[in-house]
């Protein structure tokens, strides 16, 4: 069940399968987004996947040229220029200087 007031993150269903099999330990959300440490449920954009609650640990505010080898690994990633050529493949208007969150988290 999830509170009113818990903190709620879309998450494409190209994720779910890693996250739900504890293979993603972070998500690289592409724009501003205020997500704090703790308690976090992910819902999958469409049907077919349960929410997944996990516990953020972390959020690193950076910018999108410079996602790192270690958070792109961490979101499920070869690097972060792997990283970065899938966000540009289905968001393509986005530039170096766009604001990218780093949530790290343990499933709950």
Do not use: K, W
Request: proline residues 6%.
């Amino acid at each position: 069940m999830i509170c009113e007031d818990e903190q709620v993150v879309l998450l494409e269903e190209r994720f779910f399968h890693g996250l739900i099999r504890g293979h993603i330990t972070a998500v690289l959300h592409v724009g501003d987004r205020a997500v704090s440490p703790g308690r976090l449920v992910f819902m999958p954009v469409r049907e077919g996947y349960r929410p997944v609650p996990v516990y953020v640990d972390r959020v690193i505010d950076t910018t999108f040229a410079e996602i790192d080898d270690y958070d792109a690994i961490l979101a499920g990633y070869e690097n972060g220029d792997a990283a970065r050529q899938a966000i540009l493949y289905f968001q393509p208007a986005i530039v170096g200087s766009t604001p990218v969150a780093v949530i790290r988290f343990e499933r709950d």
